[in-house]
């Protein structure tokens, strides 16, 4: 089955500063990749996603990349600020009927 | 205006005891999921549900008993609770099961077994 490895697991940086979570993934017939965030005691909400098809997805201030050779993916985040502090997840999941195999987290801290 | 509500949002119990989580979903989404995470924050797939049939189940004991009356809801049963059961039980919602099926989460029930 699918496995993906997210890194780092706890991420501190400055207001201000961006901050970069990788992932890596083992099937390379995985083609659809969410990230997540879930607040203290929140639930996951969906952020922004990409398709294999696509190299690169911006939503303001969030960014993913997909490297389908490496099978790696990144979310890139600017001009930090403290409410983006929370757990990121990264996910991945195949073709056809298929379920999220999410990475084991990072937490963002992002500090005034 | 909620769209996928879980009740309880904290369940507190004995081990051995049987215990039901509910969810349902307004968003007429077909396809529902139950999510596990531990107190690691690791969050694995239990089961997935389309129109009311499994079509996941990843190998999850059966003391576990995942129910559908119908699509907007997925209820979770669990018999002979466990200390290892403790975690957050989150349920999801997608419009259909297919892989670029954005997936929204309920609130989670925190489950604590003593």
């Known amino acids: 089955g699918e496995n993906v490895e997210q890194h780092p697991s706890t991420l501190s940086v400055q207001e201000g500063d961006s901050a970069v979570i990788k992932c890596t993934y083992s099937?390379?017939?995985?083609?659809?990749f969410p990230w997540y965030k879930q607040e203290l005691g929140k639930r996951p909400q969906l952020i922004i996603d990409?398709?294999?098809?696509?190299g690169e997805k911006k939503d303001q201030r969030i960014a993913v990349t997909l490297n389908k050779t490496a099978k790696h993916f990144s979310l890139h985040i600017t001009e930090t600020q403290p409410e983006d502090s929370a757990v990121y997840f990264c996910?991945?999941?195949?073709?056809?009927?298929?379920?999220?195999?999410f990475g084991k987290g990072t937490m963002l801290l992002v500090s005034p | 205006d909620t769209a996928v509500s879980q009740t309880p949002k904290y369940l507190v119990t004995q081990m051995g005891n049987d215990k039901s989580i509910k969810c349902e979903q307004n968003?007429?989404?077909?396809?529902m999921y139950w999510y596990k995470q531990d107190s690691k924050k690791f969050l694995k797939i239990m089961f997935s549900?389309?129109?009311?049939?499994?079509?996941i189940n990843e190998t999850v004991p059966n003391r576990f008993s995942p129910k559908s009356p119908d699509k907007a809801h997925l209820n979770l049963h669990i018999n002979s609770l466990e200390l290892g059961d403790s975690a957050v039980y989150f349920c999801?919602?997608?419009?259909?099961?297919?892989?670029?099926?954005?997936?929204?989460f309920g609130p989670g029930t925190r489950l604590t077994v003593l």
């Open positions: 099937d390379s017939a995985s083609n659809y």
């Open positions: 999801a919602s997608s419009q259909d099961g297919s892989y670029l099926a954005k997936q929204f």
């Open positions: 549900y389309n129109n009311k049939e499994l079509i």
């Open positions: 996910a991945a999941t195949l073709s056809g009927y298929s379920t999220l195999t």
């Open positions: 968003l007429g989404h077909d396809t």
């Open positions: 990409i398709r294999s098809n696509v």
